[in-house]
Nanobody, 126 residues
Framework: QVQLVESGGGLAQAGGSLRLSCAASGRTSSNYGMGWFRQAPGKEREFVAAISWSGRSTYYADSVKGRFTISRDNAKNMVYLQMNSLKPEDTAVYYC???????????????????WGQGTQVTVSS
């Protein structure tokens, strides 16, 4: 089992920045791929970014490419999402997720992830 806890959400103005953190605990010795997803009111959960165990491969949704950066520190069991140039449409609850089955073909699929955090709210005002 892996427990995930997100933090760093809050209110930001358009054009501003926020940094989300995800702390992993439990069975963290396994090689987990990590992802960030988000869900806005009335919308389905959508993929935002993903990173492999080694950190060598990262993927981004087109809507955030060039603005968001995912990173990880395996020594600290932490994953981060640096969000710059925020837009009102980035407003959502952001979730951290982990999967031992991470691959280049499933990183964007929510059901491929076995463990999820409780989410952190990000609100971007115009």
């Amino acid at each position: 089992q892996v427990q995930l806890v997100e933090s760093g959400g809050g209110l930001a103005q358009a054009g501003g920045s926020l940094r989300l953190s995800c702390a992993a605990s439990g069975r963290t010795s396994s090689n987990y791929g990590m992802g960030w997803f988000r869900q806005a009111p009335g919308k389905e959960r959508e993929f935002v970014a993903a990173i492999s165990w080694s950190g060598r491969s990262t993927y981004y949704a087109d809507s955030v490419k060039g603005r968001f950066t995912i990173s990880r520190d395996n020594a600290k069991n932490m994953v981060y999402l640096q969000m710059n140039s925020l837009k009102p449409e980035d407003t959502a609850v952001y979730y951290c997720a982990a999967t031992p089955k991470y691959s280049g073909s499933n990183y964007y699929i929510a059901r491929a992830y076995d463990y999820w955090g409780q989410g952190t709210q990000v609100t971007v005002s115009s």
